[in-house]
């Protein structure tokens, strides 16, 4: 035990150990660090404190976001031995999901035969009367159209007619009940409107009652697909020229005079295709209110739920028309970058034929499913059984009905689910085909002699990669839209100050929905076809390597991906847009359809028009995704190539390193100089910067560093100054180490000569003066590591300048004097040329 004397004495001592200032070693230097007073008592604490405040904890977010700084999938890549593109040597990725595939079609497989055995696709657009049978079928073939005889007194009592009558008065009688009996039964005849091949009372009672039966769940499917089954021809031609606009614009666009002004076309008539449908739907919901609701009718309530659908999706295509020009406006500028990797996509798809001739084999495949789906539901909506039931004005008080199955009509959810994932399949296939074409064409120096054969490719895929095929698909038919809504949320959540405890409490309730977020929905996405195609890894492997690839290279590449998607979108709408209007037109105004049925048994013309225009945008993406997809792949590759060559060694094309390393750099206005005058002003602004950093003082330390074997000299006042105004310049350009490759050193002007020992530090500011930037190499703010080719890597003491507030950045690479790019017309050549052979000897 310690006695009074003692205890006192350690306390003291504690206290005095804690007012030590601490000593932080670096190359025999030492750097003196403050530190505070944690008790400024002499008296022992009662219990113990925190030393740290809430603001010091990192919030949900940050803690994800160094997750990912420390993540081994968030490396620069490293090439392996004798890399030459994708790898040979392959092996099958998720295999798992294969099983899960032939579980959903062995389901869809006993679905479709049950369908087809019970469906009746004439249900669809003809009524049936009270023997059961079907009107303009069979022996009531001339006898199209179907009769409500007194829908007041039994609706179920209907029978088949010639024409719908045009007057009120006459007695209508029924026709044999059997075949066999005749029967005297007879009803006053009522004056009727047309509707497709349905005969609509004008009194307004029966008229009310004959709408609400028509106007069920059931009947409201049934007679959409009616109108689809009375225009498949139409539709049919509907789908050709989708497929033909789709690949006129390919063509088209190879042509580099007219691919700009085609672009903007395509964009200014998808904004006037989202105003003409909101149209057209607007002139369907008059239609149907003028027919249906006549005097004596509640006006609010006649035109029932089908007017209200179509005035919503007036008003929902007229403000989607409304938000895209706005977007596009603000955009405007930014969209002509967009266009220019367009561009660049086009000349290499131009170069690899089979990029452009595979879409037509993906487009065929896609349209057998299209019609295969549209038979399907056809039957689907009409399976059911006739029963005998009981009436009360008719002969012998009975007559027969049908009963359409519930469950069979369920399952066009099922249905609708597995088409949609066969077609995200098909076009998944084939982004997976282009992506391993782009990367044998990219990592190969011959680029010209590249052929890439069909059978060979589509079988290695096939056979090592359908399961991630069929992951992906799925991913992407369910987890898109909650991935976008997490995106946005967590943007929105990140902005605010992550200290405030309102900002803490709102991450913290919502944990669960980040954490999936974090973990593996923001992984979702096409980039993740790249990497599978390339190195042959897993999914999820490849969508995290592929993530953060953009992650670490988003300062070069800038909001390119999200650009050439939105263009790429609107040319799908313009063209799914082109392909559909003349649909509606010709319905509206021509007699007959192609194969002679009549267009008046066509209910709505919108109906055929909307599903060839949600066709039309499946085969424009085919085809337009072909630009999607090569825009990515050549993203990634670019960054790769970057990452893991450097010189002679890479493989980019010239074309496309140009392009990239000129959307690498900040806008456009940000690094033109705009008149001469400030160009002078830059020019001896820094020479006089230079002049004073080559003869300042090689040995000279900051004031918070001083050197252990030395004593510390009381210093002058203009001493301090000139000291002071030095360690402003040098706080952004410490560094302790140096590159073995090529003597490239990190933040030194051009005309810098390097010396023996690196201990110079380079202005902060040295106006526009000199811009240049090698785009191989990824630089990382803060204590991080900066990647080289060659995998050297440069481990940074303090912050390097932002690029948007540095007003050059130099990373001189003495190996390769290509990556040098000029930026401005004050960089001297022979003065650049002299120090690249001075630093290579």
């Keep these: 035990m310690l006695n009074t004397t003692e205890l006192d004495q350690t306390l003291k001592t504690n206290k005095e150990a804690l007012e030590i200032p601490k000593l932080i070693v670096n190359s025999s230097k030492i750097t003196v660090a403050s530190t505070n007073n944690l008790n400024n008592n002499s008296q022992v604490p009662e219990k113990k404190t925190t030393f740290f405040r809430i603001e010091d904890k990192f919030s949900r977010l940050e803690k994800y976001e160094e997750i990912d700084r420390n993540d081994e999938l968030n490396l620069p890549f490293v090439p392996p031995q ?56 069979g022996s009531l073939k001339n006898k199209p159209f179907l009769y409500y005889a007194g829908p007041v007194v039994d609706i179920d009592v209907t029978w088949c007619i010639r024409q719908c009558p045009p007057s009120t008065g006459r007695d209508t009688c029924m026709y044999d009940t059997d075949h066999m009996t005749v029967t005297s039964f007879c009803y006053i005849q009522m004056q009727a409107d047309q509707l497709g091949y349905y005969c609509i009372p004008k009194e307004p009672k029966s008229r009310e009652l004959v709408f609400e039966q028509l106007g069920s769940t059931r009947n409201t499917m049934r007679r959409i697909g009616s109108d689809l089954w009375e225009s498949w021809d139409v539709t049919l031609c509907g789908f ?25 076309g395509a964009i200014i008539f998808a904004e006037a295709g989202l105003i003409i449908y909101g149209w057209l739907f607007y002139l369907e919901s008059i239609r149907a209110y003028n027919f249906r609701c006549i005097d004596g009718m509640n006006p609010d309530t006649c035109g029932g739920q089908i007017v209200t ?4 999706l007036a008003v929902v295509f007229l403000i989607l028309g409304g938000i895209y020009l706005i977007v596009t406006i603000f955009l405007f500028k930014r969209i002509q970058r967009g266009i220019s990797l367009l561009k660049t996509a086009q000349h290499i798809i131009q170069v690899l034929s089979q990029i452009r001739s595979f879409p037509f084999i993906v487009a065929f495949i896609g349209l057998i499913v299209c019609c295969l789906a549209f038979i399907l539901v056809c039957f689907a909506m009409t399976v059911g059984t006739i029963e005998l039931t009981r009436a009360k004005y008719i002969d012998g008080h009975l007559l027969y009905k049908i009963i359409y199955n519930d469950y069979i009509q369920l399952g066009l959810i099922y249905v609708a689910f597995t088409v949609f994932f066969t077609l995200t399949l098909i076009l998944t296939m084939n982004d997976m085909f282009t992506s391993y074409a782009l990367s044998v064409w990219f990592f190969t120096k011959q680029k010209d002699t590249v052929r890439i054969p069909y059978c060979f490719s589509f ?53 669960a929905c980040i954490h999936a977020f974090e973990v593996f929905l923001r992984y979702i996405s096409k980039h993740s076809v790249v990497q599978v195609a390339i190195w042959s890894e897993p999914y999820y492997q490849s969508a995290k390597k592929a993530y953060f690839l953009i992650f670490r290279n988003q300062e070069k590449i800038k909001d390119l991906d999200f650009l050439q998607t939105l263009i790429v979108f609107q040319i799908r709408m313009a063209t799914a847009f082109m392909a559909s209007i003349p649909i509606y037109i010709y319905i509206n105004f021509a007699e007959s359809t192609f194969m002679g049925k009549p267009t008046s048994g066509i209910e709505s013309p919108i109906i055929p028009t909307l599903y060839v225009f949600i066709c039309g945008m499946f085969f424009s993406n085919i085809f337009q995704g072909s630009y999607d997809i090569t825009c990515k792949t050549i993203i990634q590759l670019y960054c790769m190539d970057s990452e893991m060559f450097f010189g002679e060694q890479r493989f980019v094309e010239q074309f496309i390193r140009e392009f990239m390393e000129f959307v690498g750099k900040i806008e456009d206005k940000e690094w033109k100089i705009g008149f001469t005058r400030q160009v002078k002003f830059n020019q001896d602004k820094f020479n006089e910067k230079l002049k004073n950093y080559n003869e300042s003082d090689n040995d000279s330390e900051s004031d918070q560093e001083f050197d252990i074997n030395e004593d510390e000299e009381p210093q002058s006042d203009e001493k301090k100054a000139n000291k002071k105004n030095k360690n402003q310049d040098d706080q952004y350009y410490d560094y302790d180490e140096k590159v073995d490759r090529g003597n490239a050193f990190i933040g030194l002007p051009l005309e810098y000569k390097p010396k023996n020992e690196v201990s110079k530090k380079p202005p902060e500011e040295l106006g526009n003066a000199s811009q240049s930037i090698i785009q191989d190499q990824t630089m990382v703010a803060g204590d991080q590591t900066m990647a080289l080719g060659s995998n050297k890597q440069l481990r940074l003491k303090t912050p390097i300048l932002n690029t948007s507030q540095q007003s050059f950045q130099i990373l001189l690479n003495a190996n390769d004097k290509s990556q040098i790019s000029q930026v401005s017309d004050l960089d001297e050549k022979p003065k650049r040329e002299k120090i690249i052979k001075k630093q290579r000897l």
Excluded at 97 to 112: M, N
Excluded at 247 to 256: G, R
């Design 82 to 137: 004798g890399f030459k593109g994708p790898v040979v040597d392959r092996k099958a990725t998720d295999k798992a999901w294969i099983g899960l595939f032939l579980i959903v079609y062995v389901l869809f497989g006993v679905y479709s035969y049950f369908v087809i055995a019970g469906g009746n696709p004439n249900r669809l657009a003809h009524g049936m009367d009270f023997r059961g049978e079907i009107c303009g079928i």
């Design 240 to 264: 050709g020229l989708s497929i033909f606009l789709s690949y006129l614009f390919t063509v088209l666009a190879k042509y580099e005079k007219i691919a700009t002004g085609l672009i903007w």
């Design 309 to 312: 659908i179509y005035q919503i």
């Design 459 to 511: 079988k290695t895929l096939f056979r090592y990669h359908f399961g991630t095929c069929v992951f992906i698909a799925f991913n992407l038919m369910f987890l898109t839209i909650p991935q976008t809504i997490m995106d946005y949320s967590r943007s929105i959540m990140r902005f605010l100050p992550q200290t405030s405890s309102c900002v803490r409490y709102t991450q913290a309730s919502c944990m």
